[in-house]
């Protein structure tokens, strides 16, 4: 008995981890360089495609492997179409149905100097149309040779506003570049059917066993 309550217990609570469907908006799709790419030139920019126009408070860094930001503001640059179109699951009337975004809009984030090889990291906080914050990481190698800081340069010290770093909702990715899958990191809360339905099978087999059990005692 005490078998069987615990395998419903447990099926329950597998029920409860499995992951749930992405349903953000304003994704990040694509970015240049791309996610665990190598970069073996020096660029001015770095360009991050998300599904929807970046908010205009959004924030950006780009960190050298030694730690220091290099990056030097940012700005909307022109969209561009996504090839393939990214896919995304929108909860509508209770059920999931995909959307595809075919158009990426840009944030230009000014790259300032490469002082070094090795992993640059790019950090992103906006929020998306429907109020969800969204978050994430890009990482790829510099291999390039490394470029002096402008004459002057000081790491840019500045920080998100509130609007970025407070309340719920977030939704945290790391990027992938230019997939149809749905994107990483968004999540809800599974149906209570999803929960219910397996546990409750696994307890009716518990009552008809009982059943069994007392009848053949009789």
Excluded: C
């Excluded at 599904?51 to 492997?65: C, G, H, L, Q, Y």
């Excluded at 920080?159 to 968004?186: D, K």
């Amino acid at each position: 008995m005490r078998r069987l309550l615990a395998l419903a217990a447990a099926v329950a609570l597998a029920v409860i981890m499995l992951p749930a469907p992405a349903f953000a908006h304003g994704q990040l799709a694509l970015a240049e360089p791309a996610n665990q790419s190598t970069l073996m030139e020096p660029r001015a920019q770095v360009a991050l495609y998300f599904t929807e126009k970046p908010a205009s408070f959004a924030f950006f860094t780009v960190t050298s492997p030694d730690g220091v930001r290099v990056d030097q503001g940012w700005t909307h640059g022109e969209p561009k179409p996504l090839e393939p179109p990214v896919q995304e699951l929108n909860l509508k009337d209770g059920k999931w149905e995909p959307v595809f975004y075919r158009t990426g809009f840009p944030a230009m984030v000014g790259v300032s100097h490469w002082p070094q090889k090795g992993v640059y990291t790019v950090q992103y906080m906006t929020v998306a149309s429907d109020g969800d914050k969204v978050s994430g990481t890009v990482r790829f190698d510099y291999q390039g040779a490394p470029v002096a800081a402008p004459a002057g340069w000081q790491p840019p010290v500045n920080q998100p506003e509130a609007a970025l770093t407070g309340g719920s909702g977030n939704h945290t990715a790391v990027a992938q570049a230019s997939t149809p899958a749905a994107q990483p990191g968004s999540s809800s809360s599974p149906s209570p059917w999803l929960i219910m339905v397996p546990a409750g099978l696994v307890l009716a087999a518990v009552v008809a066993w009982r059943r069994r059990r007392s009848v053949g005692a009789r």
